[in-house]
């Protein structure tokens, strides 16, 4: 069975960094792309991250790129989301997804986590 | 990006009524689309991938179809366990977006 567990999340100010993991079992973690895609309190979903099985691409949403870092150890099973300089903004549940290919970023999800919730604020 | 727009955002319907979600892409996406069910608090719930294909141990009242730019998502018999918000996904390409969500009630 597919288990995804997120960890990580709490409360920051705006400025400041936390790290999200995600711990993944029961599939072979290092054959498959994942992603990270959050929900802001009473809103929709958004798609953040992916990163290919590799871990030799990721690609990132236009609202996070260049504060945002995703990374994998593909030997600990581990998915990894930095998050520096957050803002207000950025406060969400984030859910880490496992990917259906080894390269694409783009698919449908079938496997989520039960998400770990970011909170920005002063 | 693609962008996803559904209608209506919201909609309230007797148990038993049919009820259908509409989905629109600003491209064209063949059938490189997903819906999800999600409860308060819990994560989406894969229904339909492929525009149409129901997942495994999803009840036959889920139906989806289209094609290009319009899709649509039905529950034949609407049931109090359906009430939730539903999202559509494109994944033709990347990034992969969704719609903002439509929430079903039951009156």
């Known amino acids: 069975e597919v288990q995804l567990l997120e960890s990580g999340g709490g409360l920051v100010q705006p400025g400041g960094s936390l790290r999200l993991s995600c711990a993944a079992s029961g599939f072979t973690f290092s054959s498959f792309a994942m992603s990270w895609v959050r929900q802001a309190p009473g809103k929709g979903l958004e798609w953040v991250s992916a990163i290919t099985a590799s871990g030799g691409s990721a690609f990132y949403a236009d609202s996070v790129k260049g504060r945002f870092t995703i990374s994998r150890d593909n030997p600990k099973n581990t998915l990894s989301l930095q998050m520096n300089s957050l803002r207000d903004d950025d406060t969400a549940v984030y859910f880490c997804?496992?990917?259906?290919?080894?390269?694409?970023?783009?698919?449908?999800?079938?496997?989520w986590g039960q998400g770990t919730l970011v909170t920005a604020s002063s | 990006d693609i962008q996803m727009t559904q209608s209506p955002s919201s909609l309230s319907a007797s148990e038993g009524d049919r009820v259908s979600i509409t989905c629109r892409a600003s491209q064209g996406i063949s059938n490189f689309l997903a819906w999800y069910q999600q409860k308060p608090g819990k994560a989406p719930k894969l229904l339909i991938s492929?525009?149409?294909t129901l997942q495994s141990g999803v009840p036959s009242r889920f139906s989806g179809g289209g094609s290009g730019t319009d899709f649509t998502l039905t529950i034949t018999s609407l049931q109090p366990e359906d009430v939730a918000t539903y999202y559509c996904q494109q994944y033709n390409s990347g990034p992969p977006t969704f719609g903002q969500g439509t929430k079903v009630e039951i009156k």
């Open positions: 997804a496992k990917g259906l290919y080894s390269s694409s970023y783009y698919y449908y999800i079938q496997h």
């Open positions: 492929g525009a149409s």
